[in-house]
């Protein structure tokens, strides 16, 4: 693969989320920032959101890794369109407390009780909530009523809710007054600049040892982050095909010519239309009369899993046909 080739020491691109990863943008350390205000106030719902891919997953590792070893429970869990039972069965597992077969009452006693005891022992807990933007009206309400049992005076649990922007229009809508009183910090992650997407492919390549091979000329940093709008998922995608074609190409040098011919590419294996639910179009810029497109956030898991493991198939036949021919 293109790591052999270059001398990486890795794959810079991951499109798995990594801790040791996270690039220290200027949102993202805010975002960190108000994680830990609202761990300092001890109390209340603190929310964080932003785009599908924006590293909000990576912010949560970075979170719980700062938290090893102090007196605080944290637990984490993926919200997945859970109505009040369904989020007390799943806060009951991941707490490892019994949960089948009972009824609401039960579970939130039980709950309450293990909370309780937590902080009768001296220890926090904090619930971190994953795509919390699917999470209906019932589930959320029980979220508040947890965040309201006390201990002489003392809040027993925090809740930090993350998840896409749909989860800020939520908590803004009229039924949510009693839990936007609750809140005690929120923060949009928004996209990356240009200047700050040019750090962040910089950053990663020279993590596995990048020597400026390939070179990357100015306009590869502009496109890219038009193409990507700042988004470190997209960005991922983008620039591991990029390195991809150059391996194979045997390049030393990345230009805006690459990109075009890698998207479309790209834009040929998820169906060829512009208008794919995957990638729609962007202004051109200046001086540009290419077709430009960019990848959307839609679906965007089970796609990316579908493109690396067809990929990996690609290059698999590619390298054997290669050796065939140097014997």
């Not at 761990?39 to 932003?50: I, K, N, R």
């Not at 800020?168 to 600049?193: C, G, M, N, V």
């Not at 995957?278 to 430009?292: I, M, Q």
Request: with cysteine.
């Amino acid at each position: 693969m293109y790591q052999e080739f270059y001398k990486f020491s890795g794959k810079p691109f991951q499109l798995i989320p990594d801790v040791n990863c996270l690039f220290a943008s200027r949102g993202h350390m805010q975002a960190l920032s108000y994680f830990n205000y609202g761990l300092e106030q001890g109390e209340g719902f603190v929310t964080v959101t932003g785009e599908i891919g924006a590293g909000k997953t990576t912010l949560i590792q970075a979170l719980l890794a700062e938290l090893q070893g102090q007196n605080v429970i944290v637990k984490t869990m993926v919200a997945a369109n859970l109505d009040a039972t369904g989020i007390l069965e799943m806060i009951a597992s991941v707490f490892d407390l019994p949960h089948e077969n009972m009824s609401k009452v039960v579970l939130l006693k039980t709950i309450e009780a293990e909370f309780l005891e937590y902080r009768h022992e001296g220890q926090r807990v904090l619930l971190v909530v994953d795509e919390a933007q699917t999470l209906n009206e019932d589930a959320l309400e029980e979220l508040r009523i947890l965040s309201n049992l006390e201990d002489n005076g003392r809040a027993v649990m925090q809740v930090f809710l993350v998840g896409q922007a749909e989860l800020r229009t939520t908590i803004l809508s009229k039924e949510f007054e009693h839990l936007r009183q609750r809140i005690i910090a929120s923060y949009h992650l928004d996209a990356l600049t240009e200047s700050e997407t040019k750090d962040y492919i910089k950053y990663r390549l020279e993590s596995v040892g990048w020597d400026n091979n390939p070179r990357i000329s100015k306009e590869v940093y502009t496109e890219l982050h038009r193409w990507s709008g700042g988004i470190p998922r997209r960005i991922n995608l983008i620039c591991d095909r990029l390195l991809v074609f150059a391996y194979l190409e045997e390049k030393s040098k990345l230009t805006k010519r690459d990109i075009i011919i890698v998207m479309n590419d790209m834009n040929k294996e998820l169906g060829g239309e512009r208008t794919n639910e995957f990638l729609h179009a962007v202004p051109e810029s200046p001086n540009s009369n290419e077709v430009d497109i960019i990848l959307d956030g839609s679906d965007i898991n089970s796609r990316l899993d579908n493109i690396e493991q067809k990929l990996d198939h690609l290059l698999d036949l590619i390298i054997k046909k290669k050796k065939k021919k140097n014997r």
